[in-house]
Antibody, heavy 119, light 107 residues
């Protein structure tokens, strides 16, 4: 059964780099050509914002509004994928979700983790 | 980028009502559209994928349809557990986008 678990610091200082990891169980981030790995965030009281996607080949695509500050990468040895957001501000305070996108289907989500940007 | 325009933003209804939520894409997305339900403090939950396919375990009172670039989520008879926020999402493009959300409230 698929499980995704986000982990990382809950508090990040302004101008620093936010780093989160998603640990995947029940699927492999590289063995399936029909599973893709995604980060989404939700600011308090707001809607869902798509951050970016990692394909099994290592190819990534990002939200154009965040592209200059975001990197998504995979660690195949640990079956994890990660998110880095540089130069954070209070506007990056959000619940961050990782998810699996199965080809042709929607997303199956982790439980999310709250990251607060504050000094 | 493909924009998704979802309406209404808020919907008040009663148990037993039939409700519809609409999402319009700014360009063709074929049928690559999903609907999610989100309850406070929880992650979104997949209801419908490929515009009209019901996710396993989702009650049959939920259904999806499409007409061109307009997509509809219908709940045939509202149950108390259905009061939540609903989002559409396109996954046709290399970059995916969500609608703004519809909060379904008890009248």
């Amino acid at each position: 059964q698929l499980q995704l678990q986000e982990s990382g610091p809950g508090l990040v200082k302004p101008s620093e780099t936010l780093s989160l990891t998603c640990t995947v169980s029940g699927d492999s981030i590289i063995s399936s050509s029909s599973s893709f790995w995604v980060w989404i965030r939700q600011s308090p009281g707001k809607g869902l914002e798509w951050i970016g996607i990692l394909y099994y080949s290592g190819t990534t695509y990002y939200n154009p509004s965040l592209k200059s500050r975001v990197t998504i990468s995979g660690d195949t040895s640990r079956n994890q994928f990660s998110l880095k957001v540089t130069s954070v501000t209070a506007a990056d305070t959000a619940v961050y979700y990782c998810a699996r996108h199965s080809y042709g289907v929607g997303y199956h989500w982790g439980q999310g983790t709250l990251v607060t940007v504050s000094s | 980028d493909i924009q998704m325009t979802q309406s209404p933003s808020t919907l008040s209804a009663s148990v037993g009502d039939r409700v519809t939520i609409t999402c319009r894409a700014s360009q063709s997305i074929s049928s690559w559209l999903a609907w999610y339900q989100q309850k406070p403090g929880k992650a979104p939950n997949l209801l419908i994928y490929k515009a009209s396919s019901l996710e396993s375990g989702v009650p049959s009172r939920f259904s999806g349809s499409e007409s061109g670039t307009e997509f509809t989520l219908t709940i045939s008879s509202l149950q108390p557990d259905d009061f939540a926020t609903y989002y559409c999402q396109q996954y046709s493009d290399y970059t995916h986008t969500f609608g703004q959300g519809t909060k379904l409230e008890i009248k």
